[in-house]
């Protein structure tokens, strides 16, 4: 069951547990803020999500780059 589990879903475990792992280090040395932590969690989850669900990257960086250097390149 559990290698069911992981072979569907392992980019979600593994970005939901990155996002924990950061929060643990946060609240290690800083404030406890709960709030923080579940947005970390939530967002290392989202991006595993992401990842699972497309092939690309989560962040289209050509396509940003493009934007901005063609939003620029009247300058020149």
């Known amino acids: 069951m559990w290698r069911e589990i992981w072979s569907v879903y392992w980019r979600r475990i593994v970005g939901a547990a990155a996002g924990l792992l950061c929060g643990i280090i946060y609240l290690a040395f800083g404030f406890w803020d709960m709030l923080f932590v579940a947005l970390l969690v939530s967002a290392g989850y989202w991006f595993g999500k992401q990842k699972e669900l497309?092939?690309?990257p989560v962040i289209p960086w050509q396509r940003i780059?493009?934007?901005?250097?063609s939003r620029f390149r009247t300058y020149r």
């Open 65 to 69: 780059w493009y934007a901005i250097m």
């Open 54 to 56: 497309t092939d690309g």
